[in-house]
C-alpha cells in the first residue's frame, strides 16, 4: 500500500478535522497575500512622492502683483528647476471644485477669496526644494505656508511602517496558528490512530514508515492551504484592481501581471509546506514513541 | 531463523510467567507451546517480537540477543521475517483484508508488481478469495483468523508465530488451517511455532512441544 494512499485514507477518515487544518493554513496564506500586494502598492505610492519632487507655497492674502511676481523670479533663479505654476485663488478654487465635485456640500460655501493662491515649484534636484523650504519659511509676511513632499513621503513611510508592522505580526500571528493547528491534528490523528501504528510496528515497519503518512499529511495542508490562500486573494485583488487603481489614480496601486506573482507563488507553497512539514513531523516525533 | 531461548525470566509485578525457561527452535522446525491460560504462552510469542523485554535473560534470533541489538532497525528486519498470527487478529479496522495485507507487503519492501498476484495468492490459499475486498468487522472469527494467516504468509516469511489460530474455528476449519501449515513448513521450511490448548493437535501430529506450566516449564 503505497504511502500516499494511505496518508489520502487518514485524511478521509477524518474529513472536517483536516478541512479545519486545511482552511486555517489557507486563511494564513490569503492575509500573507493580500499584506504583501498591499504592501507592494504602497511602496508604489512612495516611489511615486519620492520620484515626484515638489514643493507648494502658500501666499498670504492680499498681496500686490508686484509682491508674486518677485516671488516667481526669485524662484526661476533657484537652479535645477522643472516647473513652476502659479495657482490664483480662482485657479484654486476651480481645482477644489474639480475634486470635490461629486460632493456639492462641500463646494456650496467656499468662494475663491478663502482659498490662498499657491506657487508649485517642482524641481530635477530634490536638495533644492529643501533649500526653498528653508529660506522661504522665514518669510512670514507673504508666505503663508509650506507643503513640502519630505513631509507627505514622512508621513506616508509612517503610515506604510505601521501597515508593515501591523501585517507583519499578523502574518507571525496566523502562520503560528496554522503550524500549532496542523501539530495538533497530526497528534490528535496519531492518537486515533495508535493500534495501527501498534501494529504496523509489529509488522517491521520502522518508525520512519508509520511517521511517513502523518508527515505527508501536514505537507499535504501547507501544499494545498498555501496554494488556495494565495490564488484566493490573488482573485480578489485582480477583479477589483480597476477600482483600486482608480482610486489611486494616478498612482498604479495594483501592478500588471508578471513573473513576480508566478515567483511570489512559489515562495509562499514552499513556505506552506515547510510550514506544514515542520508541524507534523514534530508532532510525529512528539506523538509517536513507541 | 534460529530462536534460542537462554534462561528467561519473566515477571508481571509479583507473579513469575516462566523462570529460567531455555530452549531452541531450529530453522524449519513445527513446535507447539502448550499450557493452560495464564501459563505465558502470548507472552513467549511477544518476547520473539521484542515486544516485551524479559526479566532476564536473553532472546537470541540468528544468534543476535534481542536485548542488546545496537542498530535501531535490526528488530525491523527481524520482525519483517516473521508473519504472525494474533490472537486477538490485530487487523487494521478501516483497511480492508487486501489493504492489510497490502500494507504488511509494503512493509517488507515486497516487489510492488507482485503485490496484487501474492494477495490473490494467499486469499485463495486460505479460501477467503470472495471476501477479502471487505472489512475486518465484516468477517466472522473463522474468517478474521483466516485474513490474519493470509497476511502473515503473504510476506513468504521464515517463521510464523501463530498464538492460538484455531480458537476461533470450528474443528473442521481448525484441522485444515492446521494442515495448512503444515504443509507451509513441509514445502516451504518455514518454521511455525505455534501455541494452543488443544491437546488433540498434538497428540495427532508429532511435532517439537514446549510445555508451559503456572509456575514450571518443560521442553520436550
Request: no cysteine.
Given at each position: 500500500m503505497k504511502i500516499l494512499k494511505l496518508t489520502l485514507h487518514h485524511i478521509r477518515r477524518s474529513p472536517f478535522q483536516s478541512l479545519i487544518a486545511f482552511f486555517t493554513v489557507a486563511c494564513s496564506f490569503f492575509i500573507l497575500n493580500s499584506f504583501i500586494f498591499t504592501n507592494r502598492g504602497l511602496s508604489t505610492v512612495l516611489q511615486y512622492f519620492e520620484t515626484k519632487p515638489e514643493i507648494t507655497i502658500f501666499l498670504k492674502d492680499g498681496l500686490d502683483q508686484d509682491t508674486v511676481q518677485s516671488v516667481q523670479k526669485e524662484l526661476s533663479a533657484y537652479p535645477g528647476i522643472k516647473e513652476i505654476r502659479f495657482i490664483s485663488k480662482e485657479k484654486a478654487l476651480e481645482l477644489y471644485k474639480e475634486m470635490n465635485k461629486d460632493n456639492p456640500l462641500l463646494t456650496e460655501m467656499v468662494t475663491a477669496?478663502?482659498?490662498?493662491?499657491?506657487?508649485?515649484?517642482?524641481?530635477?534636484?530634490?536638495?533644492?526644494?529643501?533649500?526653498?523650504?528653508?529660506?522661504?519659511?522665514g518669510k512670514t509676511q507673504i508666505v503663508d505656508e509650506i507643503v513640502y513632499q519630505k513631509d507627505i513621503i514622512k508621513s506616508l513611510l509612517d503610515w506604510t511602517q505601521i501597515v508593515r508592522r501591523a501585517g507583519i505580526s499578523l502574518i507571525i500571528v496566523s502562520s503560528l496558528v496554522a503550524f500549532t493547528m496542523i501539530f495538533a491534528l497530526i497528534g490528535m490523528k496519531i492518537t486515533n490512530r495508535k493500534e495501527e501504528i501498534k501494529i504496523s510496528r509489529l509488522l517491521g515497519a520502522s518508525k520512519f514508515y508509520v511517521k511517513k503518512p502523518f508527515i505527508l499529511e501536514g505537507v499535504i495542508y501547507g501544499f494545498l492551504g498555501s496554494l488556495i490562500g494565495f490564488l484566493l486573494s490573488f482573485l480578489i485583488i485582480y477583479n477589483l484592481r480597476q477600482s483600486i487603481n482608480s482610486f489611486f489614480q494616478p498612482i498604479v496601486f495594483v501592478q500588471n501581471l508578471s513573473l513576480y506573482e508566478l515567483f511570489l507563488l512559489l515562495i509562499e507553497i514552499s513556505t506552506g509546506v515547510l510550514i506544514g512539514f515542520s508541524a507534523s513531523w514534530l508532532g510525529a516525533k512528539r506523538y509517536i514513541k513507541w | 531463523m534460529e530462536i534460542v531461548f537462554d534462561k528467561i525470566t519473566k515477571n508481571y509485578g509479583p507473579i513469575s510467567v516462566f523462570k529460567d525457561l531455555s530452549f531452541k527452535i531450529e530453522p524449519g522446525d513445527f513446535v507447539f507451546i502448550t499450557g493452560p491460560s495464564g501459563s505465558g504462552k502470548s507472552t513467549l510469542i511477544k518476547l520473539i517480537l521484542n515486544q516485551i523485554k524479559p526479566s532476564s535473560g536473553d532472546v537470541l534470533v540468528d544468534g543476535k540477543a534481542l536485548n542488546h541489538l545496537k542498530k535501531r532497525n535490526e528488530i525491523d528486519n527481524i520482525r519483517r521475517k516473521i508473519g504472525v498470527i494474533f490472537q486477538d487478529f490485530q487487523m487494521i479496522t478501516?483497511?480492508?483484508?487486501?489493504?492489510?495485507?497490502?500494507?504488511?507487503?509494503?512493509?517488507?519492501?515486497?516487489?510492488?508488481?507482485?503485490?496484487?498476484?501474492?494477495?490473490?495468492?494467499?486469499?485463495?490459499?486460505?479460501?477467503?478469495?470472495?471476501?477479502?475486498?471487505?472489512?475486518?468487522?465484516?468477517?466472522?472469527?473463522?474468517?478474521?483468523?483466516?485474513?490474519c494467516l493470509a497476511r502473515a504468509l503473504s510476506i513468504e516469511p521464515e517463521v510464523i508465530l501463530a498464538d492460538e489460530p484455531t480458537g476461533n474455528l470450528d474443528p473442521a476449519n481448525a484441522w485444515n488451517l492446521i494442515k495448512l501449515l503444515q504443509e507451509i513448513n513441509q514445502n516451504l521450511k518455514t518454521t511455525i511455532i505455534m501455541t494452543t490448548h488443544n491437546m488433540d493437535f498434538v497428540e495427532s501430529l508429532d511435532k517439537k512441544v514446549i510445555k508451559l506450566g503456572k509456575s514450571e516449564h518443560e521442553n520436550s
Open positions: 477669496a478663502i482659498l490662498p493662491a499657491s506657487f508649485e515649484v517642482s524641481t530635477f534636484n530634490p536638495k533644492i526644494l529643501e533649500v526653498i523650504a528653508q529660506n522661504y519659511s | 478501516d483497511l480492508t483484508v487486501e489493504e492489510n495485507i497490502a500494507l504488511n507487503l509494503d512493509i517488507v519492501n515486497y516487489p510492488q508488481a507482485k503485490v496484487l498476484p501474492r494477495i490473490n495468492e494467499v486469499v485463495k490459499m486460505v479460501k477467503l478469495q470472495h471476501r477479502h475486498f471487505l472489512f475486518p468487522n465484516q468477517l466472522s472469527g473463522g474468517e478474521l483468523q483466516r485474513a
